[in-house]
């Protein structure tokens, strides 16, 4: 294998298909969308799950709009932003409707 790849051993596997990866503007931190309904925010440089938020619906697509700020879209139709800080993390419903 080469010595430059990074694997990384997740502890819970995602139980369904994984709709997007996005990595983080400033470091190594990726976000995950998935089909399961479940938003992850890894951080690849210490293989570690930093955030796992449940939507209620399954993910379609998943972005950064900053290093603490994520947006994820689902299949019910609703944009959501996830707020990442060190002293906690929120999911907020940020909008819902036709997306087009």
Known sequence: MDSNRVLLDFQIPIQDAVSTL??????????VSSWDSILRLYDVDNCTLRLELTSEAALLDCCFQNESLA???????????????????????YS???IL
């Open 71 to 93: 947006l994820s879209a689902a299949s019910d139709g609703c944009i959501r932003r996830s707020i990442n800080k060190k002293e906690g993390k929120k999911f907020i419903r």
């Open 96 to 98: 819902c409707g036709l």
């Open 22 to 31: 996005q990595f983080a503007p400033l470091s190594n931190n990726l976000l």
